[in-house]
T-cell receptor, first 117, second 113 residues
Framework: GENVEQHPSTLSVQEGDSAVIKCTYSDSASNYFPWYKQELGKGPQLIID?????GEKKDQRIAVTLNKTAKHFSLHITETQPEDSAVYFC????????????????FGKGTHLIIQP | KAGVTQTPRYLIKTRGQQVTLSCSPISGHRSVSWYQQTPGQGLQFLFEYFSETQRNKGNFPGRFSGRQFSNSRSEMNVSTLELGDSALYLCASSPRGGHTEAFFGQGTRLTVV
């Protein structure tokens, strides 16, 4: 089955600086890659996603890049703010396109992002 | 639009008992998936339901089961509880299934004593 590795496990950056979180996946059939943000006591919140036919996607201060050849994808957060402090998860899945999907989302172990004031 | 609602938020059960968790998806979403989150194993896929049919299942024992009703609401059942079943159980709904655009609820925190 799919295996997703996520690095680093903890990332501390100064407020206003950029943060980058990296993930690799093992199954070349995976074609959907979402990122989630989880705050204490809450469920994961979908913040951005990318499909395998796209190399990069941006939404205001966050962006995701995908390298299918190398099987890795990254989350970039610019101009970090205190409210960005949370645990971030990457995930991968196979979307069969007809509304079906195999095996669910496979998640990385998470990155605890700490924004230092 | 209301988000994904899970009830109850917290549960304490004794080893050997069974438990039922409930999930109401976002209105119009037909797919409901369940995940288990623990500090050691992280987030792991349990199963997905779409139009009342289980479409996918993760690598969990048969003690874990679920169902989906005609209004897309879903329940998850765990029988013969073990201490290791203590976890945050999360439900996610998506509009088309296939695990895309999956929105999670706040989860049910299950503690087995």
């Amino acid at each position: 089955g799919e295996n997703v590795e996520q690095h680093p496990s903890t990332l501390s950056v100064q407020e206003g600086d950029s943060a980058v979180i990296k993930c690799t996946y093992s199954d070349s059939a995976s074609n959907y890659f979402p990122w989630y943000k989880q705050e204490l006591g809450k469920g994961p919140q979908l913040i951005i996603d990318i499909r395998s036919n796209v190399g990069e996607k941006k939404d205001q201060r966050i962006a995701v890049t995908l390298n299918k050849t190398a099987k890795h994808f990254s989350l970039h957060i610019t101009e970090t703010q205190p409210e960005d402090s949370a645990v971030y998860f990457c995930a991968a899945s196979i979307n069969l396109g007809s509304g079906g999907g195999a095996d669910g989302l496979t998640f990385g172990k998470g990155t605890h992002l700490i924004i230092q004031p | 639009k209301a988000g994904v609602t899970q009830t109850p938020r917290y549960l304490i059960k004794t080893r050997g008992q069974q438990v039922t968790l409930s999930c109401s998806p976002i209105s119009g979403h037909r797919s409901v998936s369940w995940y288990q989150q623990t500090p050691g194993q992280g987030l792991q896929f349990l199963f997905e339901y779409f139009s009342e049919t289980q479409r996918n299942k993760g690598n969990f024992p048969g003690r874990f089961s679920g169902r989906q009703f005609s209004n897309s609401r879903s329940e998850m059942n765990v029988s013969t509880l073990e201490l290791g079943d203590s976890a945050l159980y999360l439900c996610a709904s998506s509009p088309r299934g296939g695990h895309t655009e999956a929105f999670f609820g706040q989860g049910t925190r299950l503690t087995v004593v």
